[in-house]
């Protein structure tokens, strides 16, 4: 999944962003919705807003975490999804009645660029299915330094 780690250049709103540590053993989805802030799930509070910061430093352990970027594999720029930065503040504000309790942030990620949240993408392999599909392009997720 992460095989090929170039560098990519900066995330755009809208644009997918996974956090991983121990290796990529472990990884947490969110939506980067501009001036350095992430909606993602967390275990410890549901849906929230965060600073991209935290964001990387989601997980308690805080070994080797590191950060990708959603990106188009032929032109390695940030895939951005417009639409999921809105369906996002909506779930924030609870415009939506969705049951984010029973989601995970790779279910909300795909349900924000889609506006299905009844999806079965509960992994990263399948997120990644979904925005091929919706794109029509191979995505790669290109490392960024933190």
Known sequence: MFGRLFK???P???SLLVTTWHEGLAEIAGIYIGSHKVVTILESGGLQE????????IHTAKIRSELYICSESST??????P???TRAQ???EGRFGYRIVLMNS??????CITGNFDNEDHTLQLLTA???ETIGKKVEWRKKDL
């Open 8 to 10: 990519t250049s900066e």
């Open 12 to 14: 755009t709103p809208g």
């Open 50 to 57: 965060i600073p991209l910061n935290q964001f990387t430093e």
């Open 76 to 81: 390695r720029r940030a895939v951005s999804f």
């Open 83 to 85: 639409q999921a930065i």
């Open 90 to 92: 909506s779930l924030l």
């Open 106 to 111: 790779h279910q909300l990620c795909s349900g």
């Open 130 to 132: 979904q925005v091929e």
